[in-house]
């Protein structure tokens, strides 16, 4: 690897972490949670060190909405994998205006492979909803991997399932039209509803975004999508009422 022929850029000041011992409950839940989100399969069994380990080094901290926590182009210092609430990643285009590339949700991770690959940030990182984070600094997330094979693999099979995702997005965006495209990120983001059933919190507005198109055209294709009876709306939601039905627009299968 070259020299560096110029001053590295700014990191941006994170705010205070909270030491892990100091969340509510058992001390080591935000380790093994860390540990098994991962991979959710079970290719290398925890071992009580391993938790152990990730327990000593690990901070949590909450985090307001509309926090930065890194900009493109800074050094990459600290990994942070989402606890609970999403964090949205950005690129900034002409006049500054950002625009959302992808969404980090609850077990995804911030940085790392940027600071794997010892390159600066791609993205602006900005907190999207109030979201608990768990912190790993540089040097200890290294020494983790280096020192302990479970973790080491549990971290590059979550990396290679996040390269499997973004593959499977471009391939849905170069080669289906809109309505299925809409459809794959209807399923992609969807989660359980207080009732069982299932919904989303993408907007028309962020849906466009994440597609790179107009908002009224995503509007147009959700008027589709409830003419044949497979999403209805709801406040700040958007109510999943058919996976079979979008899965076959989509072009899919479900797991």
Known sequence: MGARTAAPPPRIAAAPPTALRSDRGDPRRHA??????????????????DVAALERVAHVREVAAGTVLARAGDE??????????????????????????????AGGVVADVALLCEQP??????????????DLDRDDLLALLRGSPTLALRWTTSVAARLEHSQRRLATLLTKDLDAQVASLLLDARERA???????????????ELLGVRRQSVSRVMARLRQRGV??????????????????LAGERLP
């Open 32 to 49: 093994r949670w860390i540990a098994e989100a991962m991979t959710p399969t079970d290719l290398s069994p925890l071992r009580p060190a």
């Open 76 to 105: 990459v210092h600290t990994v942070s994998v989402v606890r609970r609430g999403r964090v949205r990643l950005a690129t900034r285009g002409r006049g500054g205006a950002r625009r959302t590339v992808a969404l980090v949700e």
């Open 121 to 134: 940030m791609p993205f602006d990182a900005v907190v999207e909803t109030d979201a608990t984070l768990v």
């Open 194 to 208: 207080d009732d069982g059933g299932w919904q989303t919190p993408l907007s028309h507005g962020m849906l466009a």
């Open 231 to 248: 999403v209805a709306n709801a406040y700040r939601r958007i109510t999943l009422l058919d996976l079979d039905g979008l899965a076959e």
